[in-house]
């Protein structure tokens, strides 16, 4: 068996040596190789990455800055990685020891593609714990709520190689996020094994890609308006859902499917943006997150 480890690492020090002890000691340690694409770091990432080699399995490349969705893609596509079994690794975590484990023997006998993800625990830049359940009840697993709000951090995300290779085969472009490719190919095919207990600690701080410690602050807004605004970020979930349709041209809930191709025209077409914002689909218990998927759809900026 063997259990490929896809990392991307961008100036990850402060935090990367007590993730990556909690992978070189997890119960099937013996069968992983760490697959590390760093992302232009100017730290001691890479110097403290080698440390770890003689304790597992690792291949470290680097490359030129292209961001954690581009950065994981490169990874989670490169032909020359193969295993029975993938697992998303962020830099600033800490896994559970039977983490990858528990992934495995929940999905080990089934025969199609299949994707195991669990619920984890938030901890700070301290390791406090702020939250012991990311997910107080059990996801929705939808299109249209992956959609408007995601469900599943790629940390918490274990898949086979089934499953790696049809989404491969589709040539997706206009990625988002490596991890939402992934639950919204997962979602359609209906093959996701759900652990309502953490597996990991997710960590949250000042430098996430995604969220903040601090919770809505000057600084968190700013982040969120250059990510929306950015031109290579523009329409970026829109050209997501429109190659969706055209790869997967089955399979949808009637609605659900009517939902994306006005989430796809709504480029191009006020009424459209209104259709969205006002369809029952975009109601989710995040309200925080459907207030944004509105914003950016009245904008045009999805």
Not at 52 to 80: C, H, R
Not at 233 to 259: A, H, P, W
């Amino acid at each position: 068996m063997k259990i490929a480890v896809l990392m991307s690492t961008y100036n990850g020090a402060k935090y990367l040596q007590e993730q990556m002890d909690s992978i070189v000691h997890q119960t099937v340690a013996q069968d992983l190789h760490v697959y590390v694409r760093d992302d232009g770091s100017t730290d001691n990432t890479i110097e403290l990455l080698k440390t770890y080699k003689d304790k597992v399995q690792m291949t470290i490349v680097s490359g030129k800055n292209l961001g954690p969705p581009k950065s994981f893609w490169e990874l989670f596509t490169d032909p020359n990685i193969r295993a029975d079994y993938y697992a998303f690794c962020d830099q600033d975590d800490i896994w559970d020891l039977d983490k990858i484990e528990k992934g495995i023997k929940a999905i080990k006998e089934k025969k199609g593609p299949m994707l195991w993800c669990s619920n984890c625990r938030v901890i700070d830049s301290d390791n406090l714990i702020k939250k012991e359940k990311y997910h107080e009840s059990d996801p929705v697993f939808t299109l249209a709520s992956q959609i408007v709000c995601g469900t599943i951090q790629g940390c918490a995300m274990l898949l086979n190689n089934k499953l790696r290779s049809m989404i491969i085969e589709k040539q997706l472009e206009s990625i988002p996020m490596h991890d939402f490719a992934v639950l919204t190919h997962a979602i359609h095919l209906n093959c996701i094994e759900y652990d309502s207990l953490p597996s990991v600690s997710y960590r949250i701080h000042e430098k996430n890609y995604y969220g903040s410690e601090d919770g809505i602050t000057i600084s968190h807004i700013r982040k969120t308006l250059h990510r929306w605004f950015a031109s290579e970020q523009k329409n970026l979930f829109l050209g997501y859902i429109e190659s969706f349709l055209i790869n997967n041209d089955d399979g949808y809930v009637e609605k659900e499917k009517r939902f994306l191709e006005d989430i796809v025209q709504s480029k191009k077409s006020v009424f459209k943006r209104i259709d969205v914002i006002k369809n029952p689909l975009c109601i989710v218990p995040n309200h925080r997150a459907v207030r944004s998927f509105r914003i950016r759809i009245l904008l045009g900026i999805y």
